[in-house]
């Protein structure tokens, strides 16, 4: 985002937070719940949070053709901030992993991550890759509800009979333009008793993205041989350019946000 995005933007939470107080106490449910669901996930990126690293099994439901290696099997995301991501396929007989540690990149096996590598952008200068952050400042982060709008929020209940709240949402038009991002709108699964996410899918005019929430961990920090490869995945665990980081991630995520 540039500067002069910022400049605009970081003002526009406060003030929208301000508004946000009022529709509260006319719609505090709703937003209350959002901001419950949310919050967890956004304090990873506080500055002061002790609290830096998540841990989520999830299933992938619907994404982009180049997904399809992920598709409807159990997944494990890892992250932690500010430079460390690990995703992985947890099915012994047909195992994927993409992982960043810092500047460092690979994936398994040789010819999965010779398929990102192959996709990403050549250039002639080294390239770093930037850290996980948030365009927000720490008092910001509190303000994440008001960047969104609240479309549609019913009680309902899942095969179970397990009691959930349903949300549909997306950013407001005014960081819509503030981020030059696309369109998009989300819709969650959130249970009532813990307020967990339990499904989200994401939809724009570009990508479209399904997962369900199997289980989520946070964590202070997770052990440092998340992000090396084990040694039944040495002989194949392959070195990808840092360039390729961006693209690689396009090609196995089926939500990423865009950029």
């Not at 982009?64 to 995703?87: C, G, H, Y």
Request: aromatic share 10%; net charge positive; proline share 6%.
């Amino acid at each position: 985002m540039s500067k002069f995005a910022l400049q605009h933007f970081s003002p526009a939470i406060a003030a929208t937070g301000l508004l946000l107080t009022g529709q509260l106490l006319h719609a505090q449910n709703k937003y209350d719940i959002l901001a419950r669901a949310v919050q967890p996930y956004g304090a990873l990126f506080y500055s002061k949070a002790t609290t830096k690293a998540i841990q989520a099994d999830v299933v992938l439901r619907e994404g982009t053709l180049a997904a399809a290696e992920f598709l409807n099997q159990p997944l494990r995301v890892s992250l932690q901030i500010p430079d460390k991501l690990r995703v992985e396929t947890l099915d012994p007989q047909h195992r994927v992993v993409f992982c960043r540690d810092g500047q460092r990149v690979w994936a398994y096996p040789r010819d999965f991550a010779a398929t990102v590598a192959a996709a990403g952008r050549v250039t002639n200068r080294e390239t770093r890759i930037p850290d996980f952050r948030l365009p927000l400042k720490d008092q910001e982060i509190v303000f994440i509800p008001a960047l969104f709008r609240i479309l549609r929020f019913e009680s309902g209940s899942d095969s179970s009979g397990k009691s959930v709240w349903i949300l549909d949402f997306r950013l407001a038009p005014e960081f819509t333009q503030a981020m030059k991002c696309d369109n998009w709108v989300a819709s969650a699964v959130v249970n009532q008793d813990d307020f967990q996410l339990r499904r989200l899918r994401i939809e724009s005019a570009n990508w479209t993205g399904r997962f369900d929430v199997l289980a989520t961990h946070f964590e202070r920090a997770l052990p440092p041989e998340t992000w090396k490869a084990e040694a039944e995945l040495a002989n194949e665990a392959t070195p990808i350019p840092p360039e390729c980081f961006g693209s690689a991630l396009g090609k196995i995520s089926a939500i990423a946000m865009p950029r």
